[in-house]
């Protein structure tokens, strides 16, 4: 079991980054378009939503920042998406409000690149997940 856990940590996180092959189980939050750009300074990537407050920043790009309830962190993550992984992930969206089921993360390699990936499982095969309403672990 600890071998596991191991293996799981890296999708445990407010920043998953699954390989390719794994997947991460997620539940929608919210979407927001955000202008990010790494700092120097903090040594990190720091999202804004004004242009005007991202003086300093540097590769300053326009993204779309998803926010997600993680299933393996039991708690809230987010991804950054470009305008292509947007509209991939809304069309899931979409089946998941007609069919229902659960959505998956993961990223596929594309070139050099990889790429965020989302899917629809219809049948919840992820039997640890703990029962509750999700509005009370976001709080």
């Known amino acids: 079991m600890i071998r596991l856990q191991q293996h799981i940590r890296h999708l445990a996180c407010y ?33 804004v939503d004004d242009l005007q407050k991202a003086e300093g920043l540097k590769r300053i790009r326009e993204i779309f920042l998803l926010k997600v309830y993680n299933w393996l962190l039991d708690g809230p993550s987010i991804i950054e998406l470009t305008n292509e992984e947007r509209m991939q992930f809304e069309d899931v969206m ?45 709080q």
Request: charged share 35%; glycine share 8%; net charge positive.
């Open 94 to 138: 979409n089946d998941l409000l007609l069919y229902g089921g659960e959505i998956r993360y993961t990223r596929k390699k594309c070139g050099r690149k990889r790429l965020n990936h989302f899917r629809l499982e219809r049948a919840s095969s992820h039997r640890n997940v703990r029962e509750g309403v999700l509005l009370d672990k976001l």
């Open 15 to 47: 920043h998953p980054r699954p390989k390719e092959g794994e997947e991460v189980p997620l539940q929608f939050v919210g979407l927001e378009e955000m202008i990010a750009g790494w700092s120097p300074y903090l040594k990190k990537t720091v999202y």
